[in-house]
């Protein structure tokens, strides 16, 4: 039995799939933070590229990779397919499992496919130098990675329980010669007014996103790069997809269900959105599940509503699944799936039933990766972890209904810096945390007042 579906270089997709043209109906409009009236494209200009706006709201369903991205991206992909023998033998499972592994990349997550895209797109706008939040330090190294290449100056505001916790990949981003600060930081206007009010504020993405997008903002030659959420970063994320549609291609298999764990929503659209487009147009029916922790559960208990990205109401105002832009997430050992929101692509998605989501407690999440990890050999990071569970739920459905379904997951990344998380689970410290229903209920009372 063949175990691994690798694809040559030249096979790496030549462009992105713009999910834009094929949604059920139109994405609702941006609004702008300050008067909640719908962007423009010179809103944007403060903090994005030119390309990137377009990108943000074209409806050509494919947009050509440059051949300089394409060039970077050809260092670690395409990346393997792999069938997940040992896991489905020790699960007793007829079902078949494969996963995606975009731990391979030099950063060891999905995050370089769109920070190489991103940063030059910038580069060729004549950008010097780009500002960025990080959580668990995942984007900050990726998005420090490309504008290495691409010898642009990176400035980092890392989420402040992250820097003190994650110190491997505080380490990586300074190895790329970025600049990182604890969040949140003194040196924003937000920064300062935040820690006025707590001084010992762990820190949050959205805090985080308005020191960066403040210091965009001021400068002209500064621009803002977001690693999740936004409509472009899923549209770079698609060759994940178009990939994986490939190797199953190559396997003889369709695939049944197709899993991606949910922080912003890039990993999950990156897998998932190629093979929405064969439901719509070619009328296949794979099923498209994403997880999210039951501390950060955007999808299974936000609301549809349109809400801020960030806590200081800097980014732009978007309608999409959210806890609201005030919510305070538990620390948890998944640093990369505590955004308040996610995407509006997949929450428009998820609202006209072409996606589901389920949420996971933390024990049965790290449980999932210790079996993967013993049955394929990888450590996975404790984001790709919650897909590993929904997956396993999955073999183990097919087991009782004796069924071979196909289920494919993303392993968003390793976990190779990740193992203080696995410490507490090996010493039983991990606890079971769901966001508290009111403390929801008053997060969403903060949102913006738009007629949805
Ligand atoms: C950032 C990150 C995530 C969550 O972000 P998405 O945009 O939802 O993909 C998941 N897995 C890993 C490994 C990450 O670094």
């Given at each position: ?7 040559s ?12 043209p ?8 941006t609004?702008?933070?300050a ?12 903090i994005?590229p030119?390309d990137?706006?377009e ?7 494919f ?18 397919l792999?069938?997940a ?5 020790a ?6 499992i ?23 797109y ?10 960025t ?10 998005l420090?990675m ?15 329980v992250s820097?003190?916790?994650k ?15 604890a969040s949140?930081?003194?040196q ?12 010992n504020?762990?820190g949050?993405?959205?805090?985080a996103?308005?020191?960066?997008v ?11 790069a977001l690693?999740?959420?936004l ?7 698609t060759?994940?997809g ?24 890039s ?14 147009l070619d009328?296949?029916?794979?099923r498209?599940?994403g ?13 549809y ?8 109401k ?5 309608k ?23 995407s ?7 609202e ?11 024990t049965?999440?790290f ?9 394929e ?11 590993i569970?929904a ?15 196909v ?6 990344g390793?976990g ?18 769901a966001?508290?229903?009111?403390s929801?209920?008053q997060s ?9």
């Open positions: 039995m063949q175990t691994k579906y690798l694809l270089q030249n096979d790496v997709p030549t462009r992105w799939y713009n999910v834009l094929d949604l059920p109906v139109p994405l609702p409009p609004l702008n933070p008067t909640l009236q719908p962007v423009g494209a010179e809103d944007l200009s403060a994005f030119k990137l706006i990108q943000e709201v074209s409806q050509d369903r947009i050509d990779i440059p051949a300089e991205v394409r060039e970077v991206l050809q260092l670690w992909r395409p990346t393997p792999i069938r023998s040992r896991l489905e033998q699960i007793g499972t007829p079902a078949r494969f996963f995606k592994y975009e731990g391979v990349s030099p950063t060891g997550s999905h995050k370089p496919n769109t920070a190489v895209a991103q940063v030059f910038n580069k060729i706008a004549g950008i010097k130098h780009l500002t939040e990080t959580g668990a330090g995942q984007w900050g190294a990726s420090a490309a504008c290495s290449f691409f010898d642009m100056a990176c400035q980092i505001f890392m989420v402040r820097y003190e916790q110190p491997g990949r505080r380490t990586l981003m300074k190895m790329f010669g970025a600049d990182v600060f949140p930081s003194n924003t206007a937000a920064g300062r007014a935040l820690l006025a009010q707590d001084p504020s762990p949050s993405l959205g805090m996103i308005s020191e960066a403040e210091i965009a903002a001021q400068n002209p030659d500064v621009n803002y690693g999740s959420v409509n472009h970063v899923l549209l770079h994320q060759v994940i178009e990939e994986a549609l490939m190797q199953l291609e190559q396997a003889g298999v369709e695939a049944d269900v197709v899993i991606g764990c949910v922080g912003g929503g990993n999950f659209g990156g897998i998932a959105l190629p093979f929405y487009r064969r439901n719509v009328g296949t029916h794979t498209l599940v997880v999210e922790p039951m501390a950060c559960p955007t999808l299974t208990k936000g609301v509503a349109y809400d801020y990205g960030d806590t200081a800097m980014a732009p105002v978007v999409m699944k959210t806890l609201g832009h005030n919510f305070m997430p538990a620390g948890i050992h998944a640093g990369g799936l505590r955004y308040h929101g996610v509006p692509i997949l929450a428009l998605l998820q006209h039933d072409a996606m589901s989501a389920v949420a996971y407690y933390q049965a999440v449980e999932a990766a210790a079996l993967f990890t013993r049955t050999g990888i450590i996975p990071a404790p984001e790709s972890a919650h897909a569970r997956a396993i739920d999955q073999a183990l459905e097919a087991k009782e209904k004796q069924d071979e379904r289920i494919v997951f993303a392993l968003s390793h190779f810096l990740d193992t203080s998380a696995y410490d507490s689970y090996l010493a039983g410290n991990l606890q079971d945390y966001y508290p229903e009111e929801i209920r969403l009372e903060a949102l913006p007042q738009i007629a949805n």
